[in-house]
């Protein structure tokens, strides 16, 4: 397979968002997403449905920055986590990651699954109690197809299906690298071998 068609499909299955603003967040989303036991890839889902990445974004609704925290959310957690806890707290971009993760992990635990926690980040946990206690055995894939309320319905479906988007595109750039450290090195006008140039696909805005 050539590698311009490597670089083709990876781009055919790039997520939507803000991808080279998801490269440079990876690490934090990583790095908290293992301390409370998610997929980093639902949770750079999440963020690119609530905040597409930017960090300093703040909501009609009071919530700020990449997982959209409230500042009462905010100031809870950070004494969890024994942060000092200040306004800018909720736009820099590591604090929130940490913050909104654990956040979102409790939310999983206190609801049972991750799709009750999603629709209760859009919808709020009062009408997600109530379903889930009208039809507590409807299986997962049922529920979600439930969601009385169209947006939150909407917004789950959306973040799942991304979630399995970023994964597929993680597969794909580790393929792409995988393929050019394997590409033939090349000849210098000196003799010299030298490693093929680097792979220069290109990326989405």
Do not use: H
């Not at 707290?89 to 604090?95: F, G, H, I, S, V």
Request: charged content about 20%.
């Amino acid at each position: 397979m050539r590698f311009t068609n490597i670089c083709r499909a990876s781009e055919s299955i790039t997520p939507t968002g803000n991808t080279s603003s998801l490269f440079r967040l990876m690490r934090p989303i990583k790095k908290y997403s293992t301390q409370n036991d998610l997929d980093p890839y639902l949770v750079a889902a999440l963020m690119s449905q609530e905040s597409t990445f930017v960090a300093e974004i703040r909501s009609s609704a009071n919530a700020y920055g990449l997982t959209q925290l409230t500042p009462a959310t905010a100031r809870q957690y950070a004494r969890k986590l024994k942060i000092k806890y200040s306004q800018r707290l909720l736009t820099n971009p590591d604090a929130n990651v940490r913050i909104g993760t654990m956040y979102f992990a409790d939310t999983i635990r206190n609801l049972g699954s991750v799709p009750l926690a999603l629709a209760s980040y859009n919808a709020g946990p009062t009408p997600v109690r109530r379903w889930k206690s009208q039809k507590p055995d409807l299986p997962q894939d049922e529920f979600i197809d439930d969601i009385p309320y169209p947006e939150t319905q909407n917004y789950v479906k959306k973040i799942l299906s991304t979630t399995e988007d970023y994964w597929r595109f993680a597969q794909m750039v580790a393929y792409v690298l995988r393929t050019w450290r394997n590409l033939p090195r090349r000849r210098g006008a000196d003799g010299s071998v030298g490693a093929a140039p680097a792979p220069r696909a290109r990326m989405p805005a």
